[in-house]
């Protein structure tokens, strides 16, 4: 919790000083144009004390003084706009990317503390059962129930492991891609069964177009299904469904994941498609999470050149839609 509140002072920090060094720098180039504007009158006062009275080219020699304060008074102006501008442009790109480069390197940080916790969670857990089994007598329903817990645990392990390493194949472009066309409608049953009987107390309707072929990657449409149906579980109560709509129309494929949880913020739409983000300050969040799930969506969709959008659900909740186009 300190961290977190240490890490948002830290960007706060970075913000104050940058605006004010910006505000400082814009408040001294105004004050060289004025003192430089000034210096030019002057200039042009001294001229004209310089001319006689008696002179009888004196309207010409004030008309040339007048002119030529004119022109540098322009000079002034349009050099010190043109500084200003640039400056503003840089001083802009590099607050941008500084702050980028803080909020990552925040993310990253979270996503390392929750990686060990998702990593050592299940470990522990299952490294319990297993001493229990071991050192105890239990009867066959307890053992039943402290097997089917220990496996639910390896699963989300290596739902992470493939998560961590397929994030990592996509972004240095090292993945071993192996197209071919199948049945979406079977995997998106296959996965909604498996899901069903991994949570039973959990209501999963499907409603799922027969048939429907797609060309692509079926280990990644399937994993690109598990971590949308995941976050469902686990942004939604356990008493309200989850539905997952599959169908074909005009040559588009759709799929659907909706839950009536506790929806994506409107300002959030976007950004929790990036790498390790997360929605809230890491001190608040209660759900386990890497912050990798969503952003592995993306690629996924990206890989397939499909669309992957989140929208509200009525009357509460999300609504992850994946786009692809069969043409
Ligand atoms: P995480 O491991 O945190 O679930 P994700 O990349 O899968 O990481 O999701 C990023 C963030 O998006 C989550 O932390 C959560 O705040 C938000 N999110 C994802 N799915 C849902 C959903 N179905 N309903 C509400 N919020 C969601």
Redesign the pocket.
Known sequence: MINSFIKISKLQFVRVIYWLFLTYMVAAFIWWYVTLVKQNDQIANVQYGSIQSSDPSIAKKVNAIQDYQLRKNKQYIGEGLTIIFLFLLGAIYVYRSLIKQIRYSNQQQNFMMAVTHELKTPIAITQLNIETLLKRNLDPDQQRKMLEVSLLETQRLDNLCNNILLASQLDMGQYQTNTQSFDFSFIVNSVVKIFQSRFPERSFIANVQEAVQIKGESVLIQLLLN?LID??I???GIESPIKIDLEEKNRLIILKVK?E????PVN?KEK?FEKF????AEYT?S?K???????LCKRIAMFHHAKLEVSANSPK??I?TFTYSAE
Do not use: M
Request: no cysteine; charged share 15%.
């Open positions: 971590n976050n469902a686990k942004y939604s839950d949880g506790v929806g994506v959030d929790i983000y997360r929605v809230g969040r759900t999470g890497t912050g990798l799930g969503l952003y909740g999300s992850f």
